[in-house]
């Protein structure tokens, strides 16, 4: 039997993890010259900020919890070394390496949410609907990472 406390934290996970995400994103509409980067990175950005709120509003309504409202520490490390990176090299490579990098963590932290056998189900059938969000955009950042190396 899954815990109120087990759920709350793991979506709590998720909104930190998203949210962190979402602000990526539109630092890396800030820092690049490119505008079809600039619409692509600031509609994810929203995106995301989305399905920040949709899980908010489930841990209110499902687990009568208080939802997470800012993102992690590491987060905003990343950010913070992803805006010096942009600045130092000017790079929209490096920027959207950096945004598939943030791509990459979020993935796995859903993954491992989908895979947590002591979720109830009714928050792993959250996440689920979630992920489909996620996953289409960490495969378009890889694409986008793929196509730029070429």
């Given at each position: 039997?899954a815990?109120?406390?087990?759920d709350?934290?793991i979506?709590?996970?998720?909104?930190e993890?998203?949210?962190?995400s979402?602000h990526?994103?539109?630092d890396?509409a800030?820092?690049?010259?490119?505008?079809?980067f600039?619409?692509?990175?600031?509609?994810r950005?929203?995106e995301?900020?989305?399905?920040?709120?949709?899980?908010?509003?489930?841990v209110?309504?499902?687990?009568?919890?208080?939802?997470?409202?800012?993102?992690?520490?590491?987060?905003?490390?990343?950010?913070?070394?992803?805006?010096l990176?942009?600045a130092?090299t000017?790079?929209?490579?490096?920027?959207?390496?950096?945004v598939?990098?943030?791509?990459?963590?979020i993935k796995?932290?859903?993954?491992?949410?989908l895979?947590?056998q002591?979720l109830?189900?009714?928050?792993?059938?959250?996440?689920r609907?979630m992920?489909?969000?996620?996953?289409?955009g960490?495969?378009?950042?890889r694409?986008?990472?793929?196509?730029?190396?070429?």
């Open positions: 039997m815990s109120t406390q087990h709350l934290d979506l709590n996970n998720l909104i993890v998203t949210l962190d979402a990526g994103y539109e890396a800030k820092d690049t010259r490119n505008p079809y600039k619409t692509l990175f600031g509609k950005a929203i995301r900020k989305q399905v920040t709120a949709e899980l908010q509003t489930e209110r309504r499902l687990l009568g919890g208080k939802p997470a409202q800012s993102g992690t520490t590491a987060g905003k490390a990343h950010r913070a070394f992803m805006n990176k942009a130092v000017g790079s929209d490579k490096g920027i959207v390496n950096s598939e990098s943030g791509e990459d963590h796995k932290e859903y993954d491992e949410a895979a947590d002591a109830s189900m009714p928050a792993l059938d959250l996440v609907r992920y489909v969000s996620i996953r289409a960490h495969d378009e950042m694409e986008l990472k793929h196509h730029m190396e070429v």
